[in-house]
């Protein structure tokens, strides 16, 4: 059964910065597309970027598109998410998660229900 836990969340002022971590076991991370996504309260869980296992491809949702970054270090069996020019919009819960898929899809990457396991979340708070 697939694991992640996710860290780094805190709280960052605005137009500031804050990298996010998913250590992952239990699959190999270079076969699997990995997922970020984020909840704020009283919404709707957002897609904000996943990238394949297999060649690095990456999406990336319009609200974050030039300002988070997604990588990941095979060796350390890490996703990371980093966030710069954060604003208060971006306050939310994030979460990882895994797709059983080598390959990311135009049609579908975005989809919650495209990924099997989910971390716990990790909070991220933009405020002054």
């Known amino acids: 059964q697939a694991q992640l836990v996710e860290s780094g969340g805190g709280l960052v002022q605005p137009g500031g910065s804050l990298t996010l971590s998913c250590t992952v076991s239990g699959f190999p991370l270079d076969e699997y597309v990995i997922g970020w996504f984020r909840q704020a309260p009283g919404k709707e869980r957002e897609a904000v970027s996943c990238i394949s296992g297999s060649d690095g491809s990456a999406y990336y949702g319009d609200s974050v598109k030039g300002r988070f970054t997604i990588s990941k270090d095979n060796a350390k069996n890490t996703v990371y998410l980093q966030m710069n020019s954060l604003k208060p919009e971006d306050t939310a819960v994030y979460f990882c998660?895994?797709?059983?898929?080598?390959?990311?899809?135009?049609?579908?990457?975005?989809?919650?229900?495209?990924?099997?396991?989910w971390g716990q979340g990790t909070q991220v708070t933009i405020s002054s």
């Open positions: 998660a895994t797709a059983r898929l080598k390959y990311v899809y135009d049609s579908s990457w975005y989809m919650t229900d495209t990924y099997d396991y």
